[in-house]
């Protein structure tokens, strides 16, 4: 069985073993505040810095998802309320978890600017470009959802002040735990608003993994699991090219080879596609019989998402899949 479901998606090969190593070496059982445990921390911090190339004086802390990213920067980062571009079901979701804590005010008085560079749910992406204009048209943070790219591509870190991923996506790991990375700017700003109320309050956070802690009992599976994966993985600039590449081809596929097929990519204008998660359109029928047909062969498709459920499928450009993998779907998609 191979999956181009995009998230949870495929978990490298070698997480099976990873993980058996955890419960073997008792890596599970270690305390949270012991030097065993908080150097793995550590390391997994150091590794992220490395592996990610991101900004020396950007902290990085470990939570539990991307959908509590989201309440944090609405609790801890806002301080009367957010602004929410969107075009597809992830930025929607994020406004109305935000708009919960921080209910919207007027355009103007928005001081954090949401965007979700990879729209998971229509394959659209936010490219560095449009993000830099963004910077430069907004004196207030913005924060980036970024869950279905971090890991995939590389971004221009400084384009922004907070970025987040869950780990179920490119890299490549179960879900139940997320990266959140933070400016000194936006630091500042949590200390200016003070808000100390929630156990993943960012102030509280960022106290406790300076000391590589978290407040809670964490996720020390998944985070040791994320040390070894990035251990394992190449540098970003490398993992880009072969994403960006791949990408290519995928959208070069479907103009060409699937020309005379019911499917079409689903979004028209190439620079806002994205790199990382193809979606394709079709009927509906025709779709359901698509899908069908690669899981006899032993292959999952992404199944539509929101607006685009029961017309659309999604393939998974991660870097975990294969290039044998990508070669098993493109050669079932011919002779469909
Ligand atoms: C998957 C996804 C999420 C949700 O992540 P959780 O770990 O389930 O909270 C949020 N945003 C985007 C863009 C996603 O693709």
């Known amino acids: 069985m191979i999956t181009f479901y995009p998230g949870p998606s495929k978990v490298y090969p070698q997480v099976a073993d990873y993980a058996a190593e955890a419960i073997r070496e008792g890596i599970v059982s270690l305390n949270h505040r012991s030097a065993g445990f908080m150097d793995i921390v550590k390391e997994t911090v150091r590794l992220l810095h490395d592996k990610l190339d991101i900004p020396a004086d950007y902290h990085i802390a470990l939570v539990s998802s991307a959908t509590e990213c989201w309440e944090i920067v609405a609790q801890s980062l806002t301080a009367v309320s957010s602004l929410h571009p969107y075009n597809g079901a992830f930025g929607k979701k994020w406004a109305e978890y935000a708009y919960k804590i921080k209910p919207p005010v007027s355009l103007s008085d928005a001081d954090v600017l949401c965007l979700v560079q990879n729209e998971t749910s229509n394959g659209t992406q936010v490219s560095m470009e449009t993000l830099a204009q963004f910077r430069r048209d907004f004196s207030a943070l913005i924060a980036v959802d970024a869950v279905s790219s971090m890991a995939g591509i590389q971004f221009d870190w400084s384009l922004a002040d907070v970025w987040f991923a869950s780990v179920q996506k490119c890299f490549g790991l179960p879900a139940g735990l997320a990266v959140l990375i933070y400016s000194p700017a936006a630091l500042k700003r949590a200390e200016e608003i003070g808000e100390n109320a929630h156990y993943n309050s960012l102030l509280f956070i960022h106290e406790n993994f300076s000391k590589f802690q978290t407040p809670y009992t964490p996720n020390g599976l998944g985070i040791y699991l994320l040390m070894r994966v990035l251990q394992q993985v190449p540098p970003i600039g490398t993992v880009d090219a072969l994403t960006k590449k791949r990408a290519t081809d995928w ?86």
């Not at 699937?258 to 509906?284: H, K």
């Not at 290039?323 to 779907?329: A, S």
């Open 251 to 336: 959208y070069a596929f479907f103009e060409q080879e699937m020309m005379n097929s019911p499917f079409r990519v689903l979004i028209n204008d190439p620079t806002t596609r994205s790199d990382t998660v193809i979606a394709v359109q079709g009927n509906e029928q025709e779709v359901n019989k698509l899908k069908k047909a690669a899981q006899q062969e032993g292959i999952t498709l992404g199944n539509g998402y929101g607006d685009w459920k029961n017309t659309t499928f999604r393939i998974a450009n991660f870097p975990a899949i294969t290039d044998e993998e990508i070669g098993t779907l493109t050669q079932f998609l011919r002779s469909y």
